[in-house]
Nanobody, 122 residues
Framework: QVQLVESGGGLMQAGGSLRLSCAAS????????VGWFRQAPGKEREFVAA??????DYADSVKGRFTISRDNAKYTVYLQMNSLKPEDTAVYYC?????????????????WGQGTQVTVSS
């Protein structure tokens, strides 16, 4: 079992930066695929980024602005968000899956955090 807790959200002006953290419990975390998703009001949850070992995947809307990373020693995953835009406003969720392949499908992730709000003002 893996438990995930996000932190680091907040209010930021457009063009600014935020770093989200996702603290995990469970020793299997270091070998899990981890991902970030987001959900804006009235919209479906969408894929943001995922990583497994050294392989990463990003949604086109965040590529070049967001960076996913992990510190296995701290059981923590990060999402560095630069050049923020108002359309990045959403609740951001950390997720992990037991499989070994990257996927953008939320249904294929087994564990989820409670989410952290990111609001970007124009």
């Amino acid at each position: 079992q893996v438990q995930l807790v996000e932190s680091g959200g907040g209010l930021m002006q457009a063009g600014g930066s935020l770093r989200l953290s996702c603290a995990a419990s469970g020793r299997t975390f270091s070998t899990s695929v981890v991902g970030w998703f987001r959900q804006a009001p009235g919209k479906e949850r969408e894929f943001v980024a995922a990583m497994y070992w050294v392989n990463n995947d990003y949604a086109d809307s965040v590529k070049g602005r967001f960076t996913i990373s992990r510190d296995n020693a701290k059981y923590t995953v990060y999402l560095q968000m630069n050049s923020l835009k108002p359309e990045d406003t959403a609740v951001y969720y950390c997720a992990a899956r037991r499989g070994i392949s990257l996927t953008r499908l939320s249904a294929e992730y087994d564990y989820w955090g409670q989410g952290t709000q990111v609001t970007v003002s124009s």
